[in-house]
DNA sequence: GCATGTTTAGGTGCGG
DNA sequence: CCGCACCTAAACATGC
């Protein structure tokens, strides 16, 4: 048996959690992510308990880091090469532990799962049972589109922020495809299937100088979630650096700044980086980005009864302005599931696929980084006259 | 083979 | 009893 007081530091196993000790080593890291080996190595530097039976608690905390929706993947650039993605925070999952003591944690962390977003998009549910029906969706869109090269991708509301306005699409984003193409391409082939995508507008990623000013502060793995492919980690850390960006700063941004898009295969994680930008348990406006939406918020805005109040209640909790807030609850609405596809991954498997998104990429990032007029900067809070958040129900 | 991820399955303990 | 957070094992895929 062994000895009461003998068994003492090293022996104990520490209080914490997988994911409390997972989100230690993320965030006592400068850029709030890490590749495994150096959560590995954070766990066992700090922690000797772990540096034994190595094979069996890595293999549960590389389950956690799968299973738990708090922890995202950010895909490696090529400035960054090595092993593995990098495991960042998600965004929006903000405060887990009361007080930050990593003791205890608050309610888990759960993204929309395919039967709510599709609840609260209106669709008819799918057959696929997985829960990775976005990658999936991904996957057979731009099969589709390798088939037809002439194809071009639906803009993707990803930032609300993002003046839609200005950007270069006809009337013609309207001409919707039929939802049931996309959802269950495998038993409606009709040969129109493949023509009805047909014109589309090009794929827009949020441009960065529309809401750069929105990146002060934020961390370099929250941008680079968004931005992997386009946002070299050096970039994102000046971005993140700053305290507040002014005009002055713009030059970051200057087109001839930024280095050419990079056709690597790497997959854009599901993340609007404007999370977390209202303080601790506030959803942000990026809540209603759809992806990587939580449940609850996703589903009472959605599904409100009365847009504008819905609108309101937003305004009354985030520095957006009005419209904002209205097109945003309305945008919500109308998200289709390729647009939710369009973000959540490139196929590693269709060289005529990859090479389309690729191309599409290249000019995204000639006709996206145009240096464009800041919206105003996010003033004191809506005054909100009837303040009560009306989450009807 | 090994590192990195994903997923399924079964189990424990706690609180309503 | 149930739901929930958490733990552990293991099968399996993928890329180097
Ligand atoms: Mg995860």
Known sequence: MPRPGRNSYE?????????ALTAMAIQSSHEK??????IYKFIMDNFPFYRKNTQRWQNSLRHNLSFNDCFIKIPRRPDRPGKGSYWALHPMCGDM???GSFLRR????????RLAAEASLGVKPGLEPTSSFLQEQARIRLQQWGAAPGARFQPYPLSPLTPTSETPTSASSKHSFSIDSIMAPDFKSSPTAASRLLPQPALLRPPLPAFSHLAAGLSPAALMATYGMDLPVSLATSLSSLARFSSADLHLLKPDALPPAVPVPIKPSPINPLVGLHGAGRPSPAALARIGLPLSMAT????????????LSLA???????????ALVSSLKEARPSALALTSGLPRDNPAALSLVTSLDRDVAVSGRQPLALPPPPSAAVPSPSSEPSSDS
């Open 11 to 19: 022996e104990q196993k520490p209080p914490y959690s997988y994911i």
């Open 33 to 38: 992510m890490l590749p495994l080996n150096e």
């Open 97 to 99: 532990f009361e007080n």
């Open 106 to 113: 608050r309610k888990r962390f759960k993204v929309m799962s």
């Open 300 to 311: 009472s805005l959605a599904g409100s009864a009365n847009p504008a109040a819905a609108a």
């Open 316 to 326: 009354s909790m985030s520095s957006l302005s009005a419209a904002d807030c209205s």
